[in-house]
C-alpha cells in the first residue's frame, strides 16, 4: 500500500509545470484524493509528478456577471463555501456536498475531478449541464478551450492531451427563470452514488416550461446530458408530466452492474431521481422568481 | 529541494519543512513518503493511525491549516511548509485532555481506539466551526470516519458533548 519511487517536481509557474509534464510525460498532483490512492494500490505509476499545489495565484474563484471561474488549486471544499458562487449558480454548492465526506473536499480540487473524469463523480456532470469549460495549458502548443461536450471521451478518459496541464474550468450561470437541483442515491452519504442526476429547468414569464436538461452519473462511461425538453415544453410548471422524459433518459443511459448495484437496479434508481431532480428544479425555479 | 539521494535505493530525498502541533520539525524523505507515514516513522508522533491507508476510513485524519485532511492521501514533500496539527496536539495547553478527549471518555466513545485519533481530530475542527451541534449535525460530522466497535451511539454523544465542554472552558 506505497506507491512505488517517482520523480517529484515542484513548479512555481504554470509554464514551468507544462514544460516538466511535457518533459517527464508525469502526472499532474493538485488535490491528489483520487491520484494518491490509484498510486498506493498500484494502480498507477507515473515515472514523474508535477506538484502543482506551490504555483501561485491558482486556487482563485472568480464570479463574473456570467460565470464562475475556478482555478486547479480550487478546493471542493472552498468552492462550497463561496457564497457569491452559491447566488449565482446554487447547483455548484448542491452537488459539492454529495462529492466524498467533508475531509476529502478539504484537499480535493474540483478541476482535479473533472479532469479524472470518474463517470461516477459528480463535478463533470454539474460542468457538462451547464455547458462549461476547461482551460488547458501545453508548453507545446500554448493554450486551449475545451467545451464540456468534447471534453469526456470514457471512463476515467477527458480529451486532455499527456502534455496539458487543465489550469482553470468555467461553470456559465444557468439562464434568468431557471432552478436547478441535484439528487443522488448513495450506500452511504459521501460514498459514490449509485446514481445521481442534476437537472436544469428554465421557465418563461408565464412559467411555461421553455427548457429542461439533466445529466446522470453512474449510468455510463461519462456524464449522459439528456435534454428533455420536446418531452415538457410550453407546459406550465403546476401541469407538467415528466413521464416523457423518464421514457427519454431510460433510452440514453446504459448502467452497468457491480457489487453495489445491480444494472436493472441502477435503471430503476435513474426513473426515479430524474423525476425528483426535475420536479425539484422546477420548484426552485418557481422560488428564485418569487423571491 | 532535491539534496540527496537514498544510498541504498538511489531513490532522491527532499528536504520539508513542517509546524507539527506548533513544533518546528525538518525531515528528509523520499517523495513518495505519505504524511501518515512521515509522521509516524519519521517524527515519532504515533497517535496518528493508519487503517485502511486509501481515504475511506478516516483513522489517519490530521488538521493541515486547521482544516481536517487524510494525511495517508497527502505526500510529505508536497505538504512542505504546512501547519499540522494531530491528535498529538488536541490537548490542553497545561497537558490535560483536550475537550473532545475529555468528552471521548466521559462518554465511553471508545472501545479499541484503533479510530479515535481521527474522531478527534476531526471533531476538534468540526466545533470551530459548529459550535452547538444537534445529534443529526454530529452524526453528520463524523459521516468520514469508520469506528468498527462502538456503533457510533456515544461518539454522537461525545461530540455533543464536546462542544459541553468547550463553553464551560470558555466561560470560565
Not at chain 1, 234 to 250: K, R, S
Not at chain 2, 135 to 148: H, K, S, T, V
Request: proline content about 5%; hydrophobic content about 45%; charged content about 20%.
Amino acid at each position: 500500500m506505497k506507491p512505488a519511487p517517482f520523480a517529484y517536481h515542484r513548479p512555481s509557474t504554470v509554464a514551468e509545470a507544462a514544460q516538466l509534464l511535457a518533459a517527464t510525460q508525469g502526472k499532474i498532483l493538485a488535490g491528489g484524493q483520487s491520484l494518491i490512492p490509484i498510486m498506493s494500490m498500484r494502480l498507477a505509476s507515473p515515472a514523474a509528478l508535477v506538484d502543482l499545489n506551490h504555483v501561485p495565484g491558482l486556487a482563485a474563484i472568480d464570479v463574473t456577471s456570467t460565470a464562475v471561474h475556478i482555478g486547479a488549486l480550487t478546493r471542493h471544499a472552498a468552492l462550497e463555501a463561496n457564497d457569491a458562487a452559491y447566488l449565482a449558480n446554487p447547483l455548484l454548492r448542491r452537488a459539492l456536498r454529495h462529492v466524498a465526506h467533508a475531509t476529502i473536499r478539504n484537499r480535493g480540487t474540483t478541476v482535479g475531478s473533472i479532469v479524472h473524469a470518474d463517470p461516477a463523480a459528480e463535478m463533470p456532470a454539474v460542468l457538462r449541464l451547464l455547458g462549461g469549460i476547461v482551460e488547458a495549458v501545453s508548453s507545446e502548443r500554448g493554450h486551449r478551450s475545451i467545451d464540456s461536450a468534447d471534453f469526456f471521451v470514457g471512463p476515467l478518459e477527458s480529451a486532455l492531451q499527456p502534455d496539458e496541464v487543465a489550469v482553470a474550468a468555467t461553470f456559465p450561470h444557468p439562464p434568468g427563470g431557471s432552478g436547478s437541483s441535484w439528487a443522488e442515491i448513495s450506500r452511504r452519504h459521501g460514498d459514490y452514488g449509485l446514481v445521481g442526476v442534476g437537472s436544469l429547468v428554465v421557465l418563461d414569464e408565464g412559467r411555461r416550461i421553455t427548457s429542461a436538461s439533466v445529466c446522470l452519473i453512474s449510468v455510463g462511461g461519462t456524464p449522459v446530458l439528456v435534454d428533455v425538453t420536446d418531452a415538457s415544453s410550453g407546459t406550465t410548471y403546476d401541469a407538467v408530466d415528466w413521464t416523457a422524459a423518464l421514457e427519454l433518459v431510460d433510452a440514453a443511459i446504459d448502467p452497468e452492474s457491480d457489487i453495489h448495484a445491480t444494472a436493472a437496479y441502477r435503471r430503476q434508481l435513474a426513473r426515479v431521481l430524474t423525476g425528483r431532480a426535475l420536479a425539484q428544479a422546477t420548484a426552485d425555479a418557481i422560488a428564485r422568481v418569487a423571491a | 529541494m532535491t539534496t540527496a539521494s537514498d544510498p541504498a535505493s538511489a531513490e532522491a530525498l527532499h528536504d520539508v519543512t513542517l509546524t507539527v502541533n506548533g513544533v518546528f520539525q525538518q525531515l528528509r524523505v523520499p517523495a513518495r513518503r505519505l504524511l501518515s507515514d512521515a509522521l509516524r516513522h519519521d517524527l515519532r508522533l504515533t497517535g496518528t493511525h493508519v487503517g485502511c491507508e486509501h481515504g475511506v476510513c478516516g483513522a489517519c485524519t490530521v488538521l493541515i491549516e486547521g482544516r481536517p485532511t487524510r494525511s495517508c492521501l497527502v505526500f510529505a514533500v508536497s505538504a512542505d511548509g504546512a501547519s499540522i496539527t494531530t491528535v498529538e496536539g488536541c490537548l490542553e495547553p497545561d497537558g490535560t485532555l483536550g475537550d473532545v478527549q475529555q468528552a471521548f471518555q466521559d462518554c465511553h466513545a471508545l472501545q479499541c481506539g484503533f479510530c479515535t485519533p481521527g474522531f478527534i481530530t476531526t471533531i476538534t475542527a468540526y466545533l470551530e466551526d459548529h459550535p452547538n451541534p444537534t445529534e443529526d449535525e454530529a452524526r453528520e460530522a463524523i459521516g468520514g470516519n469508520l469506528c468498527r466497535c462502538t456503533g457510533y451511539q456515544n461518539i454522537v454523544a461525545a461530540v455533543v458533548r464536546a462542544a459541553e465542554i468547550r463553553r464551560e472552558r470558555t466561560a470560565t
